[in-house]
C-alpha cells in the first residue's frame, strides 16, 4: 500500500517492482490527477510555458491499482482507513508530502501546492493586476518572478529581515536588490495580520491593497492522519536511516519524511524533489530487505529555485557551520560555502554558477578537508580547494 500520489508515490511503486516485489501494489491519492512533478509548478506552469507535469510512468505496466481521489484518514496496525474505507495492507509507505500553511482573514488567498492552484493562479496574473505575495522564500521568489513577467503590480511581504533567511540567514540579504531590479515593492520585517477583501493588514496597522493575495510562507507536513497510530510524529514521520517508522512494516518517504542522517548528525525533513525522487529507493529496499543492516537514507540535500533571471542552487545543510563567500554578490555569478568546525564543507550555495554546485556537492559527499584560504578565492575552483 503506498499513501501519496506525488513523485514519491509513484517513485516508491516503481522502486518495489524494480526491487522484484510482483505482489499486489495500490497507491491511493487525494487528488484526482495522475502523479506529476510538482517544481515545474512555480516556474513553467505559472509562466505559461507548459500546462501539464506528470510524471513519465506507466502505471499500467508497473501493474498497481491507482485509486485518485482516495484521502488516507487513520491507520492501526495491518489496516489504513480511507475515505472509501477499510483496505488491508502487509506493508506501507508513507508519501503523503505537505500542505501550505494559510493565513488568517476573510478575504482570498492562494497557495501553490498543485496543479490546479498553479493553474488558477496563473489565470489571475494579467497586466496591470495588483499582487501581494506573502513570503520572501523559494516559492514566493517564483511566484513574484512570474506575477511581474504577467506585467503585475507585485508587493513582496516578508516577516524576516531579509528573502530566504529561514533557508541562508544573512546570505538571504544578498537577493534582496533582484526585487529592486525586477521592479518589485519588497517589504521586509513586515508581519501580516490578517487577509482582507482587498488585500493585506499588517501588524502595525498598514494596508497592502492588492487584487490577489498568495500565501507563501511554508508547508506542514500532511501526517494529522496518522494521530493515535503508534507512528512518532516530530515535524513529520519520525523514522531511521533507513526510512523505518515506529511501527513495523511502514516506512516513509518525500517530504513528510523526518529521517536520521548520519552525515549531518540530526534528523532532516527536506521538502524538495530530490528527496522525493531519491528516497523512496531506500524505502523500497527496507520493506524488502528483512532483517539486518539494510540501505540506508544519508543524501546531500539538493534543491534549487529559478527567480529573477538567476539559477539558485543549494546542496548539504549548513546549520552551525562557518560562512565563507566565494566572488562579489553585488555580480551575477557567485557562491557562498560553509565549512564545519572539522574543516570539510558541509552546504554551497551556488548562483548562476552550476559548476560551483556540482563539484561542492563532491565535496560534501566525499568529507575532504577544505584549505579555506584558497576556498575564498572564486578564481580556484571548488575540486582544489582541498586541503594539501
Request: hydrophobic content about 45%; overall charge negative.
Amino acid at each position: 500500500m503506498v499513501v501519496g500520489a506525488g513523485l514519491a508515490g509513484v517513485r516508491s511503486v516503481e522502486a518495489l517492482r524494480a526491487h522484484g516485489f510482483g505482489g499486489a501494489i495500490t497507491l491511493i491519492g487525494e487528488e484526482p490527477h495522475r502523479p506529476y512533478d510538482r517544481p515545474p509548478l512555480s516556474k513553467a506552469v505559472l509562466l505559461g510555458e507548459i500546462d501539464s507535469t506528470v510524471v513519465d510512468s506507466d502505471l499500467g505496466a508497473l501493474a498497481v491499482d491507482h485509486r485518485p481521489g482516495v484521502a488516507a484518514k487513520g491507520l492501526r496496525a495491518g489496516v489504513l482507513e480511507t475515505t472509501e474505507g477499510e483496505l488491508a495492507y502487509d506493508a506501507l509507505v508513507i508519501a503523503t508530502g505537505a500542505s501550505p500553511i494559510r493565513l488568517r482573514g476573510e478575504g482570498p488567498q492562494h497557495v501553490l501546492r498543485t496543479i490546479d492552484d498553479a493553474l488558477g493562479l496563473r489565470a489571475l496574473l494579467r497586466q496591470g493586476r495588483r499582487v501581494a505575495v506573502v513570503g520572501a522564500g523559494w516559492i514566493g521568489a517564483e511566484v513574484a518572478t512570474a506575477a511581474r513577467r504577467a506585467g503585475c503590480e507585485v508587493t513582496v511581504v516578508e516577516a524576516a529581515e531579509c528573502p530566504l533567511a529561514a533557508a541562508l540567514g544573512p546570505v538571504g540579504a544578498h537577493t534582496a536588490p533582484w526585487y529592486e531590479r525586477a521592479g518589485i515593492d519588497l517589504r521586509t520585517g513586515a508581519m501580516v495580520a490578517s487577509v482582507d477583501l482587498g488585500g493585506l493588514t499588517l501588524v502595525d496597522g498598514s494596508t497592502v491593497e492588492a487584487d490577489v493575495v498568495v500565501t507563501g510562507v511554508g508547508v506542514r507536513p500532511s501526517v494529522d492522519w496518522l494521530a493515535g497510530s503508534g507512528i512518532e510524529l516530530d515535524d513529520g514521520v519520525v523514522t531511521d536511516e533507513h526510512l523505518r517508522t515506529a511501527l513495523p512494516g511502514v516506512v516513509a518517504v518525500g517530504d513528510c519524511a523526518a529521517w536520521w542522517s548520519r552525515r549531518y548528525g540530526r534528523r532532516l525533513r527536506v521538502e524538495h524533489w530530490d528527496t522525493a525522487l531519491n528516497s523512496p529507493e531506500v524505502a523500497a529496499a527496507t520493506l524488502l530487505g528483512g532483517p539486518g543492516e539494510g540501505a540506508v537514507y544519508d543524501p546531500v540535500p539538493y534543491f534549487w529555485s529559478e527567480q529573477f533571471g538567476h539559477m539558485v542552487q543549494y546542496a548539504g545543510h549548513h546549520a552551525g557551520a562557518r560562512l565563507v563567500m566565494r566572488g562579489d554578490p553585488v555580480g551575477t555569478r557567485w557562491s557562498a560555502c560553509w565549512v564545519t568546525d572539522g574543516g570539510t564543507l558541509a552546504a554551497v550555495l551556488a548562483v548562476n554558477l552550476p559548476r560551483d554546485l556540482m563539484q561542492g556537492r563532491r565535496l560534501i559527499e566525499g568529507g575532504q578537508h577544505l584549505d579555506v584560504d584558497r576556498l575564498a578565492d572564486p578564481a580556484v575552483a571548488l575540486r582544489d580547494c582541498t586541503a594539501v
